[in-house]
């Protein structure tokens, strides 16, 4: 479980870094929404230079193959929620970085989720089977009469 909360860590910050690096280049090349065919392929040919929208792409990347890496090995029962400790990072930086206001309302829903978080990761070390050397000396004690 240790591994897969050190790679799930960096994992959710390269991730969370570069959707903050996407929001802010997007934000500096302008709104989608209010322009026509040729703004849009404009703003798309000028996203692909910009250092912002390359280094986040990259960051999430990143992520795609730590998140890959840990599905190799953990159920994704536990390793999907644990992508929900993003949230503290996208708020802490869309705070500071974004200067984004986050209201306690949503402090306190981010905190309901690293609890959810927390219950879900103990379950899965709870409900582990035990090794099969640990079974096997059990039983052949019993046997002995020890």
């Given at each position: 479980?240790?591994?897969?909360?050190?790679?799930m860590m960096l994992a959710v910050t390269a991730g969370t870094v570069g959707?903050?690096?996407?929001?802010?280049?997007?934000?500096?090349?302008?709104?989608l929404s209010s322009m026509n065919l040729h703004g849009i392929i404009d703003?798309?040919?000028?996203?692909?230079?910009?250092?912002k929208i390359i280094v986040g792409t990259a960051m999430l990347a990143i992520?795609?193959?730590?998140?890959?890496?840990?599905?190799?090995?953990?159920?994704?029962?536990?390793?999907?929620?644990?992508?929900?400790?993003?949230?503290?990072?996208?708020?802490?930086?869309?705070?500071?970085?974004?200067?984004?206001?986050?209201?306690?309302?949503?402090?306190?829903?981010?905190?309901?989720?690293?609890?959810?978080?927390?219950?879900?990761?103990?379950?899965?070390?709870?409900?582990?089977?035990?090794?099969?050397?640990?079974?096997?000396?059990?039983?052949?004690?019993?046997?002995?009469?020890?």
């Amino acid at each position: 479980m240790f591994k897969t909360l050190c790679i799930m860590m960096l994992a959710v910050t390269a991730g969370t870094v570069g959707d903050i690096l996407l929001a802010k280049g997007m934000k500096e090349l302008g709104d989608l929404s209010s322009m026509n065919l040729h703004g849009i392929i404009d703003t798309a040919l000028r996203a692909m230079t910009t250092w912002k929208i390359i280094v986040g792409t990259a960051m999430l990347a990143i992520f795609f193959f730590l998140w890959l890496a840990v599905l190799s090995w953990e159920d994704l029962s536990v390793a999907l929620p644990m992508q929900a400790l993003n949230y503290v990072l996208v708020a802490l930086l869309a705070k500071y970085l974004l200067h984004e206001q986050v209201s306690p309302l949503r402090w306190g829903g981010i905190l309901l989720v690293c609890v959810g978080v927390m219950l879900i990761t103990k379950s899965s070390t709870a409900n582990k089977p035990q090794p099969a050397a640990t079974v096997g000396a059990v039983q052949s004690d019993s046997r002995s009469g020890g």
